[in-house]
């Protein structure tokens, strides 16, 4: 499918991009820059105006008593949001309509999916992109907000989506992109939190599309696909088509005669295989893309369960944890406390009607018993209760 972007790359941009594209072997970046560029302004733009706009329209007082710091993460929370609903009506878009693609899936194709070329889907994966670096810039920007881990995944998430450009598993790229389905419902939840809805029922409602969606997303579609990407190379493998070349590849040289050919980007019938050229799967490309997806999948399941616990708090029992915590203690009766005395001393525990007696039993299983008063047993037959 064609690139439907408005905007076609600037020849002064491709020829600017081009040398630097080819030193790194990213042959259809030089035709994606423009919007990479527009997709990294237009995050900023929200993150700068409207995000701070809509803020003071709707939750103004708020808003206001925000910290700075509590600010930076609405802001930032308001461009994943959209960023999130943008990407995934490009992907589901691609997945449903480009009837190009869907050749694609017929078992007997790996090498489309692995080496195929598809404008729309580089439009696609030019959004992820520049979100991503607008990611990065904030990231390292305020790195007393956001910490070490959040800069290393959007290093990380930079490299990947740019090997994208070589090109490289463009029918994956909406694949991948749809983990972003939970998304919005993340960042629904913790609006909720800092405008005191805290176990509300919107909080309560979202956070059933919290849980369905990063669990179908992330973990059942997530997973199914890293298999089939996986088989993908495997086959690849197999046929041949490895290497253990470097970050160039045999075949660089063809793919970059195709390098900012303009031609490539109004002509949809030469774009699918353009820069197939020798068809090279460079090993460290595969073990690059297991150790992270494989990191990644494990994340996401820690993610999912560590989610739930957290949305579980905000509730009360019996489906929330709220009010539940290492401190909490529930009291046994006045009949069991008794018949524990029994079974112990061989007869019930005689004491004055002012004193009062309690067995608590605690949320991490230990136990104790508190007494107000004094008992006539001595202290050894207390101990023993």
């Known amino acids: 499918m064609r690139d439907p972007f408005p905007i076609p790359p600037p020849p ?45 329209t709707f939750c103004k007082q708020r808003y206001e008593s925000f910290t700075k710091r509590t600010r930076v993460n609405w802001d930032v929370h308001t461009v994943s949001f959209f960023q999130a609903c943008i990407i995934d009506a490009f992907s589901l878009y691609i997945i449903l309509s480009d009837g190009e693609r869907k050749a694609w899936r017929d078992p007997e194709r790996y090498e489309d999916r692995i080496w195929s070329y598809s404008g729309m889907a580089g439009l696609c994966q030019s959004f992820a992109l520049g979100y991503f670096l607008w990611d990065l810039v904030i990231c390292a920007w305020r790195i007393d907000i956001f910490g070490w881990g959040m800069l290393a995944h959007a290093i990380s998430a930079v490299s990947v989506f740019a090997l994208g450009y070589r090109p490289f598993l463009c029918f994956y790229c909406p ?22 809805l805290t176990g ?3 909080q ?23 298999y089939n990407v996986f088989h993908d190379f ?25 390098s900012g050919d303009m031609s490539i980007y109004y002509e949809e019938a ?38 739930i616990e957290t949305i579980r708090k905000r509730f009360d ?42 067995r608590g039993v ?19 037959t207390r101990r023993k209760a």
């Not at 694949?175 to 005191?196: G, M, T």
């Not at 495997?234 to 195709?258: E, F, K, P, T």
């Not at 605690?362 to 050894?380: I, L």
């Open 234 to 258: 495997w086959i690849a493998y197999q046929a041949g088509h490895s290497s253990g070349v470097g970050l160039m590849g045999d075949d660089a040289a063809i793919r970059n005669s195709m």
């Open 362 to 380: 605690y949320a991490d299983g230990h136990k104790s018993v508190e007494v107000s008063g004094t008992t006539r047993r001595s202290a050894r």
């Open 175 to 196: 694949v991948f992109l749809l983990y972003e389905l939970s998304s919005p419902f993340l960042n629904i939840h913790w609006f909720c939190d800092k405008l005191e």
């Open 200 to 202: 509300s029922i919107y």
């Open 12 to 56: 002064a941009l491709v020829s600017a991009v081009k040398p630097l594209a080819d030193s790194l072997s990213l042959s259809t970046l030089p035709i994606h820059a423009h919007e990479v560029i527009f997709a990294f302004a237009f995050y900023t733009f929200i993150c700068t105006v409207v995000s701070p706009l809509l803020a003071r």
């Open 204 to 226: 309560a409602i979202n956070g059933v599309f919290l849980v369905g969606t990063f669990f179908s997303s992330r973990l059942v579609w997530g997973l199914y696909n890293s």
């Open 317 to 358: 029992p019996p489906f929330g944890t709220k009010g539940i915590g290492p401190d909490f203690v529930h009291y046994e009766p006045q009949e069991k406390i008794d018949q524990l005395h029994k079974e112990a001393l061989g007869q019930p525990i005689q004491m004055d009607e002012s004193i009062e007696l309690q």
């Open 270 to 307: 030469r774009q699918q295989r353009a820069f197939m050229g020798e068809k090279v799967l460079p090993l460290w490309l595969p073990i690059v893309y297991l150790l992270s997806n494989l990191t990644l999948n494990l994340l996401n399941v820690y993610w999912f369960g560590k989610m």
